[in-house]
């Protein structure tokens, strides 16, 4: 690309003379802050990619991959679809779920929550199981759990309630602990000699469990598929249907796939995905991502103007030797290449070394980990996703920037006249 000539007049330049060592104080200022900046891009991209994929892992143990749902109301006849669902390929688990408001009532208060149906699948079971806390039997949770009760007489007698799996955040904020009894309060009202009275149900709490994710801890809680259809007078119909797939970046070809099998939207059921379930969310990290890069970009297009300093200093030092190039036959463009070439050799050292540091910076960030406060971010150390794209695209991007920078300076060197350059020499 660069002939033999124009390497050595440009690599010349850049070497240090005695008299020429601000020049060069002032290149190695530029190289360095090329660097910094792609440093902080590198690490803040592998950060915030590291929270992306924290936050996607979360709602995805939190959630299904893909959720099948009758339009306008509940799943009544759902056995049929399930098979159905089950033979799709791609699917590894499918398994009934019912999904109701409430509110939750105890001696020290009352707030509304989301009631989940969990099914005796071995799926949601496991799921249940990795955020349970230790201690926590999720199989517990189809067995009525037993409770002493004191009679007005002052006797005590057990009775046996439906379990129930309350979220960390909502266990704090009422003060429950196992074994203690709450009050459920379903949207709908039974009739009575009294009139109206609110349907209501005594639950027992079988143990909490911490997903990382506070507003699912502090309205969401768990119990089993049975006791949720009785206590909402569902009968046999359940909300609909959850599905785990093998591999997750196929989930929305696999929902395709499980809407065509059901018979497709004349079915009168729809299918979702994870990546639709959380559309906006995604969106807004993308957005988010993008912005930080391209304002971070700046830091790059600022420690380049450095570069400019350089090369114009470099041009006002070599007007002689630019004149006598030129007297030799030396062309403008050949000139305009040589300090092209300059500019962009000290941009490629600066992202080069820049590179090299981001990732070293990320891998010690990620070995060596930055505590945070738990409860806020629901994590105890700042992820770390090393991203080789995200540092390719930094890298080509400095690179083009401080290529561009050196534009200018160069052009002029280009269009300096032997006359005028040795006029007083």
Request: proline share 4%.
């Amino acid at each position: 690309m660069f002939s033999r000539f124009e390497r050595y007049i440009a690599f010349r330049y850049l070497r240090s003379k005695r008299k020429e060592f601000f020049i060069s104080i002032i290149t190695v200022i530029s190289v360095l802050g090329v660097a910094i900046s792609v440093v902080v891009l590198d690490i803040t991209l592998a950060v915030m990619t590291g929270f992306e994929r924290e936050l996607q892992a979360k709602l995805v143990d939190a959630n299904a991959h893909i959720v099948v749902r009758r339009y306008g109301g509940d799943l009544v006849e759902y056995r049929e679809p399930l098979a159905i669902v089950r033979g799709v390929a791609g699917v590894r688990a499918a398994y009934p779920f019912t999904y109701n408001q409430a509110m939750i009532s105890s001696e020290h208060g009352a707030r509304g929550i989301l009631v989940r149906g969990v099914s005796e699948d071995q799926e949601p079971l496991e799921k249940l199981r990795k955020f349970a806390a230790p201690g926590v039997e999720v199989e517990d949770l189809f067995a009525p759990a037993e409770s002493v009760i004191a009679r007005p007489d002052g006797s005590e007698d057990t009775v046996k309630f439906p379990p129930i799996i309350v979220g960390e955040a909502l266990r704090e904020r009422m003060s429950l602990d196992r074994g203690d009894l709450v009050t459920l309060f379903a949207p709908s009202f039974t009739a009575s000699p009294q009139g109206l009275t609110p349907k209501l149900r005594r639950f027992a709490v079988l143990g909490h469990y911490r997903s990382g994710l506070v507003e699912y801890e502090s309205g969401l809680a768990y119990t089993s598929l049975a006791d949720a259809q009785h206590f909402f007078g569902m009968g046999n119909a359940v909300t609909g249907i959850e599905v785990s797939v093998g591999d997750l970046f196929r989930a929305p070809q696999i929902a395709q796939a499980i809407l065509e099998a059901l018979g497709g939207p004349r079915s009168g059921l729809y299918v979702t995905d994870w990546t639709e379930q959380n559309k906006p969310l995604w969106d807004a990290i993308r957005l988010e991502k993008r912005v930080y890069f391209i304002v971070l970009l700046l830091l790059t297009l600022v420690a380049s103007f450095s570069i400019v300093s350089t090369l114009v200093m470099v041009v006002m030092e070599k007007t002689k030797d630019i004149a006598i190039l030129k007297s030799m036959g030396a062309s403008d463009f050949t000139v305009l290449r040589i300090f092209l070439l300059q500019g962009a050799t000290i941009g490629a050292v600066g992202v080069v070394l820049g590179t090299i540091m981001g990732y070293l910076g990320c891998i010690a960030l990620r070995e060596y980990g930055f505590k945070i406060d738990e409860r806020v971010f629901s994590l105890d150390t700042v992820p770390v996703e090393i991203v080789p794209e995200n540092m390719l695209t930094v890298a080509a991007a400095a690179l083009l920037i401080t290529a561009l920078t050196g534009l200018y300076p160069a052009y002029r060197a280009s269009k300096l006249r032997p006359a005028d350059a040795l006029r007083f020499e």
